[in-house]
């Protein structure tokens, strides 16, 4: 039913967002519900293994299928003791602008956006790119820019490559490593990298554009980014820009990032996401939502995927549709 | 009871230790087999074959000074000491061995019980590498981790998918084209014919054990690794002892995987007899079509010492005896106890009836080994093999491993006419200190013309000054990956105003050190300054070397990253007789200010350019490259969207020479086209790398 209202509009911009939750020290395992999609990350020991069973639906359009393309929502928190140091559980879900024909892209890439959530003994950090669709009109495709960026942070990350207290220096390390690639990669994006310090249970953030993140307590916003942009619908970005088109295309350098950081608490939501979210969804809504997800301690997280918590808002509607994902 | 190959009498060293040798042989009769015993120079053949345990050989001062030996001990020729050894050690551990020796002979795999039950608990521990701790060569930039030989330690990231991927562990060089570079050095004679490596690497595990297999996980261009090795030392201990052992696990020929898909290699491994967590890859590209890259490196071991090694005797290969090496004795201590020579004419054979200069023409094929263990066999070979005039190029880079400063303090009285000498790789691990090789080279540097030092992580500005003092007519210096070495250490090589070539690439030379050199040393030739990463404005060197050093044929600015048009137009308007240009990942050159084409148009004899991953090259400047420089032969022109496949045409028209292309990752030339030209152009080698 809410399907056909779904199908009928377009969507403006890609939406992706990323929900992290502070919590005890556990590892996240979000296992395969049975809707066909789920990240599974075991760590034994020395090896880490990495299990992705990311199914990609046919075009069937249905409301299970939709349900399947629509990935799993933010997760609510724990409030434990604390151990002495503190982790995200995480989840991330989003979808592109061309959801409906059926595409999708491997990894955490929604259409042009993708998003990273990388684990290190001494911080762990999420990351949101959304690329700039601009370059499509030259022949370049977007998320290929925003996806590397995301896959060397992601890997920078892993390797200990960064200080927890320096965001921009990842983000700044991860543009340099770009242009260290072989193929000559194109292309634009913004960029958003939040690092939660396991020990000092500080949250660093820094936001180049128009992506951003809220930091949800209680309910209440107590944290949120701001804004980078030039002018309308051209936000701060980093670009690699074609050989004689430097001048003209739009580069802005990693230290123009704004950071901030601030003290977290068990129980806090970190949402981080690209403009699509932003600018679809007002606070409150985006509140609601989240009011609605509880975790206890003896709940597991695949139960939680199972809860109602994906809200799509169609543009140009006035009151807003629903869906509910399984 | 024992054969010996040379009695007693004739051997040369006359002196009290062959008497001892004899007794201790009479000693071991009795004894255990696991005694050890002097070893006589000439007999150490014998020796060998009786002694069990070599390990114990190591304990012996002697051994210090020299070449160890590395071959595993043989029994299987004396029936009465295998009986004896098989019946110690059963006496010894039937206790915990008797019921399980099938087991532990058929598998290697044991699992692991809860109790200590009469069962061997051998548990296989698999690990990948921890650190990587040293290594010749990379591609990539210091500080970065695309392609850079760091990219080997911990899980792999691309295997078992194949292709050119940042995250993988890539040397600098691939295939004979640097060898045919003429910035490259004269190969040196006497080089083994068993030692093909030309990079290495050293990568550490987190737990010694005795390795039962190693694997790597190659996933481009596979077929490089040309040795394994173990060492006895763990690199993350806190007190390392003193005498560190590096044995072989395996050896091989440089080879080529029919495809260039990825593969997991997994040579049959020697046991050695100490548990170990460093291990030591050596490569060759040379046959290779293009880089090797490397994901990881699995080494299986198990914690405990297996029983297999006793049980299973090797048999002692011919062959093997010529990679061991002996030890260098004291050239003092072997003078022949021959009475006075008159009474021997005939006592060398025929050797005294070929002249001498023959005599020496036929020993100086010999390798470096073979010559000192000639040298103890009589006077007359002695007087030979100990001849300044067989020193006068001495490679040791094949003996790396065993090279110590007693060994150099050895060589010294040989060497005084030395005028080339390679001691890359050497010193690993405290074994040559800075204060021997600076005695080493006060008494042998005086006429030294070529000094190869790659990798010598010994070296200190003590040595450099030593060198710069000694060594007035050093033409050729190469310290590259000498990453230790301090920057102010640099500014003694411009006291070497005869320098021709000089190799410092991934080396902390800073800028001041360089202008000196450049200033002072106009003779150069060849200069190789490559991820060079503290030298901060490669414009005022390139201006310095136009002004100063105009008969530059080779330079080799990989990874300069910033070198503008400016620097570039002075460096080719000075240096007219350039050949060889290398401006590899420079980004801060465009196109568009014209510095190609001027390039282009200056040097004439341009034979070798390379603009990898400078993505402002466009049609206009291949046109040129082809209406001026016909004798180009090398050109890579990776990763730019701007080259089309007309201009590529022009250009293999016009420069009838080339033999290496490479235009990997050129947007607008496809695979088709590739195959297309290479048909038309048989001679070129044209390179297009993928990813997947």
């Known amino acids: 039913m809410f399907f056909h209202y779904v199908l009928g509009f377009p969507l403006r911009s890609d939406v992706t967002a990323a929900g992290h939750v502070i919590s005890r020290p556990v590892c996240a395992c979000l296992r395969n519900t049975g809707a066909g999609e789920g990240e599974c990350e075991r760590r034994d020991g020395r090896r880490a293994r990495q299990v992705h069973a990311h199914r990609t639906p046919s075009g069937m359009l249905s409301v299970l299928s939709y349900g399947r393309i629509v990935a799993r929502a933010v997760l609510g928190g724990l409030s434990q003791t604390d151990g002495r140091d503190y982790s995200l559980i995480t989840a991330s879900c989003g979808f592109g602008k061309d959801f409906r024909k059926g595409i999708l892209k491997k990894g955490m890439c929604y259409g042009d956006d993708a998003c990273f959530i990388a684990r290190h003994k001494s911080a762990d950090v999420l990351g949101v790119a959304d690329g700039v669709g601009g370059w499509r009109d030259y022949g370049v495709d977007p998320s290929q820019f925003s996806a590397t960026l995301m896959r060397t942070c992601e890997r920078l990350v892993k390797e200990g490559r960064f200080t927890p207290s320096s965001p921009v220096g990842i983000l700044t390390s991860g543009y340099y490593e770009l242009l260290q690639n072989k193929v000559p990669l194109l292309g634009s994006s913004t960029a958003c990298i939040v690092v939660l310090d396991r020990r000092s249970h500080r949250l660093h953030t820094c936001n180049l554009g128009d992506s951003g993140f809220l930091v949800v307590r209680g309910g209440e916003v107590v944290h949120r980014s701001d804004e980078q942009q030039h002018y309308f619908n051209t936000p701060f970005q980093l670009s690699i820009a074609p050989p004689g088109a430097e001048g003209v295309v739009l580069s802005d350098s990693p230290e123009a990032a704004d950071s901030s950081s601030f003290d977290v608490q068990l129980g806090d939501i970190i949402l981080t996401a690209t403009d699509g979210l932003f600018d679809n969804m007002p606070d409150y809504m985006i509140l609601q939502e989240l009011k609605k997800l509880k975790i206890s301690s003896q709940r597991r997280e695949e139960d939680c995927v199972n809860s109602p918590a994906w809200v799509v808002m169609q543009t140009g509607k006035e009151s807003p549709q629903k869906v509910v994902t399984c | ?692």
């Open chain 2, 1 to 692: 009871m024992f054969i010996f190959r040379v009695s007693s009498e004739e051997c040369a060293s006359n002196d009290s230790r062959s008497e001892r040798w004899i007794e201790n042989t009479e000693h071991t009769q009795h004894n255990t087999p696991t005694h050890h015993c002097t070893v006589c120079h000439a007999c150490s053949l014998a020796y060998r074959l009786y002694c069990v345990e070599p390990v114990a050989l190591q304990r012996r001062e002697e051994k210090r000074a020299c070449f160890l030996t590395q071959t595993q001990s043989c029994c299987s020729m004396f029936p009465m000491l295998t009986l004896l050894s098989m019946f110690y050690y059963i006496c010894l551990r039937r206790r915990s061995r008797s019921g399980t020796r099938s087991e532990a002979l058929g598998s290697r795999r044991a699992v692991e019980l809860g109790q200590r039950s009469a069962l061997p608990v051998t548990v296989e521990v698999e690990q990948y590498g921890k650190e990587v701790l040293d290594f010749s060569s990379h591609y990539g930039s210091e500080n970065s981790m695309s392609y850079t030989m760091w990219n080997l330690a911990g899980v792999p990231n691309v295997y078992p998918s194949s292709g050119d991927f940042t995250q993988t562990a890539v040397f600098r060089t691939y295939g004979h084209w640097w060898e045919k570079c003429i910035s490259s050095a004269i190969p040196f004679r006497r080089t083994p014919p068993s030692f093909h490596s030309q990079d290495y690497l050293e990568l550490a595990f987190e737990e010694p054990v005795y390795p039962t297999a190693v694997e790597v996980l190659e996933t481009y261009h596979p077929g490089a690794i040309v040795k394994i090795l173990a060492c006895s030392l763990n690199p993350f201990s806190q007190n390392p002892p003193a005498d560190v052992r590096w044995e072989v696990l395996w050896a091989g020929k440089p080879n080529k995987a029919v495809t260039p898909q990825a593969r997991q290699f997994s040579p049959s491994i020697r046991q050695i007899s100490f548990a170990t967590n460093l291990l030591r890859l050596e490569v060759n590209s040379s046959l290779l079509e293009y880089y090797t890259e490397l994901d990881a490196v699995i080494l299986r071991g198990v914690r405990e010492r297996p029983i297999l090694a006793l049980y299973k005797i090797p048999v002692i290969d011919i062959n093997d005896l010529s990679d061991s090496e002996e030890e260098i004795s004291d050239a003092g201590g072997l003078c022949c106890r021959s009475g006075g020579e008159n009474r021997h004419n005939l006592g060398n054979g025929y050797f005294d009836r070929l002249p001498y200069e023959l005599i020496q023409l036929i020993v100086s094929h010999l390798p470096v080994p073979d010559l000192c263990r000639l040298a103890q066999s009589c006077k007359l070979f002695h007087k030979h093999c100990c001849d300044p005039l067989q020193y006068i190029q001495l490679s040791l880079q094949p003996y790396w491993a065993r090279l110590t400063d007693a060994s150099l303090s050895h060589l010294q009285s040989r060497c005084t006419l030395l005028q080339r000498l390679n001691m890359s790789w050497t010193g690993n691990r405290g074994a040559v200190t800075a204060a021997g090789f600076c005695s080493f080279m006060k008494a042998c540097g005086a006429s030294l013309v070529c000094l190869e030092l790659s990798c010598c992580h010994f070296l200190t500005e003590a040595c450099l000054e030593v060198i710069a003092q000694t060594c007035p007519c050093l033409q050729e210096l190469n310290l590259a990956s000498c990453d230790r070495l301090q920057p102010q250490a640099f500014n003694h090589i411009a006291k070497l105003t005869n320098l021709r070539r000089l190799v410092l690439y991934r080396t902390k030379v800073e800028q001041s050190a360089i202008l000196s050199i450049l200033t002072f040393c106009p003779e150069l030739r060849h200069l190789n300054l490559g991820s060079c990463v503290m030298i901060e404005d490669y414009d005022v060197v390139a201006s310095m070397l136009s002004a100063r050093c105009r008969s530059l044929r080779s330079l080799d600015l990989w990874r300069c990253r910033n070198l503008s048009e400016r620097g570039l137009a002075e460096l080719v308007s000075g240096c007219r007789l350039l050949e060889e240009l290398d401006l590899g990942w420079c980004s801060t050159l465009q196109s568009s200010s014209g510095c190609f084409q001027h390039l282009a148009r200056s040097l004439p004899r341009l034979r070798k350019l390379f603009l990898t991953a400078n993505r402002t090259v466009c049609d206009s400047d291949l046109e040129e490259l082809a209406a001026n420089c016909s004798a180009l032969e090398h050109l890579d022109i990776l990763g730019t969207r701007m080259v089309s496949s007309a201009s590529l045409r022009k250009l293999l028209q016009s420069c009838p020479r080339l033999k290496l292309l490479d235009v990997s990752f050129c947007s607008q030339i496809d695979s088709r086209f590739v195959q297309e030209i290479s048909g038309l152009f048989p001679n070129v080698s044209i390179k297009k790398s993928f990813t997947q």
